[in-house]
Each structure stands twice: as structure tokens, then as C-alpha cells.
């Protein structure tokens, strides 16, 4: 859906996205890391869809009635990438403690917009997040966030300051203070930085399936790490070591740069 174009707005809640910095550029520059689409509370036979704007950390939300989008009246936690699943958005939030130490990391679920019940009309808002889940730091040491694989969420993240092990545990088991590291995910495979995606081992046979691709820190760099056993190996061989370069390369490379957004 095309931006609509900027008129004026007299709610309170409703905000011109170029009043957040100032300038309509910064609009233009505004990075859409993630886009949900739902129905409820959308005026008739309309849409809904929601922007995470990395740049003005705020949510927007617009129909394919309206004339112009409607900014978050609060800020957004961005250190994580979201993830949009059936219509709502899920992030990942670290709570600090004041000495910086025992952090917990919070799951929140952001809801499609509802009529708003200040007495303005059909006036629609975007209501706060929900925490619906808490994850002890020493529990998951960092988090990378979140991952839709088949029809279940899954929270990722290090289970070490080295990098060198990865943790995969269902949202829903999260929920219920459930920690049971996955060993299996189906056969598939997930893709993790600035965004996870999740694609299947048939389209990959030089990955192993149950796996997670990721950059290391140390050799083999482009690793993955496959759950059950807890091992590191080279996620391409030694012809595709420079990736897209003049040469051969390795479809790895290609699924792993639709997790980069500049790429």
C-alpha cells in the first residue's frame, strides 16, 4: 500500500509520521523492518496493515480507506527485530536492572488498533504492548529474537557471551515458564540477523536440517549449528567463501541476505 499522502489531523493520538523528527524526509528515510495485516476493527471491506519504523522507534497504522497513516502515541522497543504472526506484532525487550546485571527479557505482543474510548468518535489507536512472557537472563544470555517456524513462534538467542551456542525454545512454552531448548524443528532451518526467517532443509541439501545459520565471531564465520548435537560446522564450502563476489557462490549466501536489509 502506497503511503497516503500527509493532511492534518485534530486527535490527539494521530500524528503526521514527519512531526516525530521534524522534517517530511525523515518519513522518507523511515526503515519498515516489519509489516502486519489484520481486519478486526477495520472499517468495512478495509484492511488494516502496521509498520514497525525502525528510524522514529514508533509503530504506524493505516486502512486502505485512509488518507494518511496514524502514529504510536508511545515509543517502540526496536533492539530486536519484530515479527509479525496472524495479524499482531511480537518483539523482544531487555529489561535493565539498575546495577546492569540479572537483565530479564520481556516478550511483548502489540495488537491491531481499537476504537478508542475517549468519546472522539471513530477515532482508531494502537494500545500499548502486552508482556506476555518473561525469559531470566540466565536463562538466555542474549536474545536474537523471534521466528515464525511452521505454525509455531520460536525465541532464539545465545546461550553464551562467545556466541558459540544457540537456543531455540517455543513462545507458547515460554509463556507457561517452560524452558525446553528444541533439538528439533521440523527439518528445517532458520536464518538469523538483523532478521530470522525460517526455510526448509528440501530447498537446502548442503545444510543440514534442525539447523541455525548465523555469523560467528571466529572460524568457520558463516556457521550453522545444528541442535541436536550442539556442533559448529561451515555453512558453505570452500568455493563460496567469499559470497557474492565474481565467482562461485553458494545459494546459502543468497537466503542468508534476505535476513539483511540493505542487502
Same mark, same amino acid.
Given at each position: 500500500?502506497?503511503?497516503?499522502?500527509? @493532511?492534518?489531523?485534530?486527535?490527539?493520538?494521530?500524528?503526521?509520521?514527519?512531526?516525530?523528527?521534524?522534517?517530511?524526509?525523515?518519513?522518507?528515510?523511515?526503515?519498515?523492518?516489519?509489516?502486519? @495485516?489484520?481486519?478486526?476493527? @477495520?472499517?468495512?471491506?478495509?484492511?488494516?496493515?502496521?509498520?514497525?519504523?525502525?528510524?522514529?522507534?514508533?509503530?504506524?497504522?493505516?486502512?486502505?480507506?485512509?488518507?494518511?497513516?496514524?502514529?504510536?502515541?508511545?515509543?517502540?522497543?526496536?533492539?530486536?527485530?519484530?515479527?509479525?504472526?496472524?495479524?499482531?506484532?511480537?518483539?523482544?525487550?531487555?529489561?535493565?536492572?539498575?546495577?546492569?546485571?540479572?537483565?530479564?527479557?520481556?516478550?511483548?505482543?502489540?495488537?491491531?488498533?481499537?476504537?478508542?474510548?475517549?468519546?472522539?468518535?471513530?477515532?482508531? @489507536?494502537?494500545?500499548?504492548?502486552?508482556?506476555?512472557?518473561?525469559?531470566?537472563?540466565?536463562?538466555?544470555?542474549?536474545?536474537?529474537?523471534?521466528?515464525?517456524?511452521?505454525?509455531?513462534?520460536?525465541?532464539?538467542?545465545?546461550?553464551?557471551?562467545?556466541?558459540?551456542?544457540?537456543?531455540?525454545?517455543?513462545?507458547?512454552?515460554?509463556?507457561?515458564?517452560?524452558?525446553?531448548?528444541?533439538?528439533?524443528?521440523?527439518?528445517?532451518?532458520?536464518?538469523?540477523?538483523?532478521?530470522?526467517?525460517?526455510?526448509?532443509?528440501?530447498?537446502?541439501?548442503?545444510?543440514?536440517?534442525?539447523?541455525?545459520?548465523?555469523?560467528?565471531?571466529?572460524?568457520?564465520?558463516?556457521?550453522?549449528?545444528?541442535?541436536?548435537?550442539?556442533?559448529?560446522?561451515?555453512?558453505?564450502?570452500?568455493?563460496?567463501?567469499?559470497?557474492?563476489?565474481?565467482?562461485?557462490?553458494?545459494?546459502?549466501?543468497?537466503?542468508?541476505?534476505?535476513?539483511?536489509?540493505?542487502?
Amino acid at each position: 500500500m502506497p503511503s497516503p499522502p500527509g @493532511a492534518s489531523s485534530g486527535a490527539h493520538n494521530r500524528r503526521r509520521a514527519t512531526d516525530d523528527r521534524g522534517s517530511r524526509a525523515c518519513w522518507r528515510r523511515a526503515t519498515c523492518s516489519t509489516t502486519s @495485516a489484520s481486519e478486526p476493527s @477495520a472499517p468495512a471491506g478495509a484492511m488494516t496493515i502496521m509498520l514497525a519504523l525502525d528510524e522514529v522507534s514508533r509503530l504506524a497504522f493505516a486502512t486502505s480507506m485512509d488518507r494518511q497513516w496514524t502514529l504510536s502515541s508511545w515509543p517502540c522497543p526496536m533492539r530486536y527485530p519484530p515479527l509479525s504472526f496472524q495479524g499482531k506484532l511480537y518483539m523482544v525487550y531487555t529489561a535493565s536492572t539498575s546495577c546492569g546485571k540479572n537483565n530479564v527479557h520481556q516478550v511483548l505482543q502489540i495488537d491491531p488498533p481499537v476504537q478508542d474510548r475517549d468519546g472522539q468518535g471513530a477515532v482508531r @489507536a494502537l494500545q500499548p504492548p502486552k508482556l506476555i512472557a518473561t525469559v531470566p537472563e540466565h536463562k538466555l544470555v542474549y536474545p536474537y529474537g523471534l521466528v515464525e517456524c511452521g505454525s509455531e513462534i520460536l525465541v532464539l538467542g545465545h546461550n553464551d557471551w562467545f556466541g558459540s551456542q544457540i537456543l531455540v525454545c517455543k513462545l507458547s512454552d515460554i509463556m507457561l515458564q517452560r524452558f525446553i531448548p528444541m533439538k528439533s524443528i521440523g527439518g528445517s532451518i532458520l536464518f538469523i540477523d538483523e532478521r530470522s526467517i525460517s526455510v526448509s532443509s528440501k530447498v537446502l541439501p548442503t545444510v543440514k536440517g534442525d539447523s541455525v545459520v548465523y555469523i560467528y565471531s571466529g572460524h568457520p564465520y558463516l556457521a550453522q549449528y545444528h541442535l541436536s548435537s550442539g556442533s559448529l560446522s561451515p555453512a558453505i564450502d570452500n568455493c563460496s567463501l567469499y559470497g557474492r563476489t565474481p565467482g562461485p557462490s553458494s545459494l546459502v549466501h543468497h537466503v542468508f541476505s534476505c535476513s539483511i536489509r540493505n542487502q
